[in-house]
């Protein structure tokens, strides 16, 4: 028998960008997401002899398996469960090569197909407690559409909840890839480095009031409101990382961010933003989305390749045998 899981990737309109605890990776602010249809991992998890790890067709023996399994062992004991040892096979549907994170997807579907073989049968909220040991981002593709992470006092206060499953708001996202392929600065690194900052506590502060806003933009179905929330934060996390002497942007993200403000200068709503690394997405009204991708096209010619992405569901796992 096997288990399998699929989760799709998340892109956050309010970052998490700061951890209290390193390890139970417990963010020092809320955030908020949206889980998106295009991109995801799907994950096929046994009991075994031994550990081994496929990802793509191909045995990983390095860092990547390393931190699966280390992941892996931190589920066994939080679940009081005996020592034991897995076979993985996992396919990312996530253009990695574009430099597009899949740390999300990857560590909420080994969460949930671990569940399902462990047959733990693990609340919503567990999987969420339990993705984010993987990766914290994680924690949010739990649930479908629009998500908030709370930042929780301790590690069982610290999960998702859904806000919006199914978004009304006709919302689309378009990737662009620059063709960074890995960044030089780990987000986890550049959590940790953005902590001495000196806006630090007003980082915090942003993110705090940004969720409580874009619930408000979310409920009101105001995709302007929304989109100005997002860029705004995802202008600070970048400001944060400058403030501490580095950044993810190239010249091409800054232009990406400028293209935003000249289309809604055009009357096409658009807005930009980035996470760590320098492709960027453009948030529009599905209408618009043709538009703006040829408009970046016709900006970035070859040095950008696009991905389209509208909301997606949340994680879902079943057995075989
Ligand atoms: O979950 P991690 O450790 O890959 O960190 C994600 C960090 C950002 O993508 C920049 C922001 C976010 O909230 O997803």
Redesign the pocket.
Known sequence: MASFALAHT?L?LV???GKEDEKLRLPSAP?L?LTLNAFYTKTKLSLSKENKFVLDGREEKGEEAQRVFSFLSSLLSLFRLPSSRFFIESQNFVPKSAGF?S??SAFCALAAAFSKEMGLCLSKRELSIASRLG????ARSVYGGFVLWREGEGSRESFAVPIEEKPSMPLSVLFLSFGEKKKKIS??EGMKLSKSSPFFQIWREECRKACKEAEKAIKDDSFESLGEISERNACQ?HALTLSCGFSYLSQLSLRALSLAKELREEGVSCYWSC??GSNCALLCRKEDLDIVRKRAEKVFASSVTCFSAGPGNGVEAWSES
């Open positions: 998340n956050a970052k998490y960008w955030s997401s994170a740390s999300a990766s914290g981002s994680a987000s986890s996390m996470d760590a």
